[in-house]
Nanobody, 122 residues
């Protein structure tokens, strides 16, 4: 059984910083891509940032220069450092583990965390 759990959300004033954490646990052999998505009230879930096992990153334009994604492959952990936060960053942030291979299998799975709330006040 694989679990993906996020933490680190909270309430912060505009211009402040938060660091999100996500760990995937269980009988995991490898994870190709880990990433962060967010969903604001009344809006669709959108990609924030992704990072491959090789370290290749991708960001949505609205967070470039403010957010930094990183990961520890040995710990199956991904981080999102969020600086210069804006009220429009307010959303539930979800961790995603994509192309996850469990031990003893050749199949690839996709897992989502339960989400962590980030609220930025003006």
């Amino acid at each position: 059984q694989v679990q993906v759990v996020e933490s680190g959300g909270g309430l912060v004033q505009a211009g402040g910083s938060l660091r999100l954490f996500c760990v995937a646990s269980g009988s995991i052999f490898s994870i190709n891509t880990m990433g962060w998505y967010r969903q604001a009230p009344g809006k669709q879930r959108e990609l924030v940032a992704t990072i491959t096992s090789g370290g290749r990153t991708n960001y949505v334009d609205s967070v470039k220069g403010r957010f930094t994604i990183s990961r520890d492959n040995d710990k199956n952990t991904v981080y999102l450092q969020m600086n210069s936060l804006k009220p429009e960053d307010t959303a539930v942030y979800y961790c995603h583990a994509d192309e996850l291979v469990v031990v003893g299998s050749n199949l690839k799975y996709s897992y989502w965390g339960q989400g962590t709330q980030v609220t930025v006040s003006s």
